[in-house]
């Protein structure tokens, strides 16, 4: 049974830096894809980071040049170093892995949340002013 499990989230001030971690396990497929998600009671979740199982990254426009995602594949762990931490981005941030056939990507869905199939139980991210 795959798990995914995040860790990390904590509160901060505008400004600061937080970085997350998503340790995904029970699984030994060799194509997949991993990425970040974030909701705000009330709305809906939306992409925020992912690494595609070719090596491409796509970031959200809110985050790009704050937020940067990596990926360790030798511990199948996702990482999300996240600087100059505003408000808006306080959220439930959550890990989500889509396995795939081999050679596929997902593309231009990489950051689509319909598109994952495992998910963790998120971890809060609160920043406050």
């Known amino acids: 049974q795959l798990q995914v499990v995040e860790s990390g989230g904590g509160s901060v001030l505008a400004g600061g830096s937080l970085r997350l971690s998503c340790a995904a396990s029970?699984?030994?497929?060799?194509?997949?894809?991993m990425g970040w998600f974030r909701q705000v009671p009330g709305n809906e979740r939306e992409g925020v980071a992912a690494i595609d199982s070719d090596g491409s990254v796509k970031y959200a426009d809110s985050v790009k040049g704050r937020f940067t995602v990596s990926l360790d594949n030798s511990k199948q762990t996702l990482y999300l170093q996240m600087n100059n931490l505003k408000p808006d981005d306080t959220a439930m941030y959550y890990c989500?892995?889509?396995?795939?056939?081999?050679?596929?990507?997902?593309?231009?869905?990489?950051?689509?949340?319909?598109?994952?199939?495992?998910w963790g139980q998120g971890t809060q991210v609160t920043v406050s002013s």
């Open positions: 989500a892995v889509r396995l795939l056939a081999a050679r596929t990507t997902l593309g231009f869905g990489l950051l689509i949340d319909n598109n994952y199939a495992f």
């Open positions: 029970g699984y030994t497929h060799s194509t997949y894809a």
